[in-house]
T-cell receptor, first 112, second 114 residues
């Protein structure tokens, strides 16, 4: 079975902290995605990566950056956490055709 | 820009049939997917349509009309466990560098009542 693992289910951070959210997939997928999910807004794409060291901004990249140094790992970085970044963060991976994406269990981040 | 519209909430009776619609506006469209998400869980893939027509997978079917930028998910013989949120998602091309990505709608919360 495909497995996408996010490092934490719950995280509480202080305003201004630098936050790292880690995601690892074990299916050798080229594509990886970071979304945030908020009530009534669905899943909004933050960043995605289509290969090692290759990344592209999604719809809401402000305040975030990403890193993909190895194929299996895609990290989301909040440079300076703010309260409006309190959300559920979902990582996903897929093959290049993107017909099916596999999601991690999500990280619920609270910024206080 | 891009947008996907689907109803925010739908209620249906156990054993009945329900249809969840999705209209989209995007560039570089390749196909439409549907995902299910139970409360507290991760989204899971249900179906994908690249071409016009109906795709059937057990109790679930999905339809696409590319000319109308429209699709729907049809759930038959509804069960209580089908209560969940359902998202349509387009496989489309980014406006920046033309790479393929997945853009999701805002989701439809389906409630099944006895």
């Amino acid at each position: 079975d495909v497995k996408v693992t996010q490092s934490s289910r719950y995280l509480v951070k202080r305003t201004g902290e630098k936050v790292f959210l880690e995601c690892v997939q074990d299916m050798d997928h080229e594509n990886m995605f970071w979304y945030r999910q908020d009530p009534g807004l669905g899943l909004r794409l933050i960043y995605f990566s289509y290969d090692v060291k290759m990344k592209e901004k999604g719809d809401i990249p402000e305040g975030y950056s990403v890193s993909r140094e190895k194929k299996e790992r895609f990290s989301l970085i909040l440079e300076s956490a703010s309260t409006n970044q309190t959300s559920m963060y979902l990582c996903a991976s897929s093959l290049p055709q993107n017909t099916e994406a596999f999601f991690g269990q999500g990280t619920r981040l609270t910024v206080v | 820009g891009q947008s996907l519209e689907q109803p925010s909430e739908v209620t249906a009776v156990e054993g009945a049939i329900v249809q969840i619609n999705c209209t989209y506006q995007t560039s570089g469209f390749y196909g439409l997917s549907w995902y299910q998400q139970h409360d507290g869980g991760a989204p899971t893939f249900l179906s994908y349509n690249a071409l016009d027509g109906l795709e059937e997978t057990g109790r679930f079917s999905s339809f696409l009309s590319r000319s109308d930028s429209y699709g729907y998910l049809l759930l038959q013989e509804l069960q209580m466990k089908d209560s969940a949120s359902y998202f349509c998602a387009v496989r489309d091309r980014s406006s920046n560098f033309g790479n393929e990505k997945l853009t999701f709608g805002t989701g439809t919360r389906l409630t099944i009542i006895p």
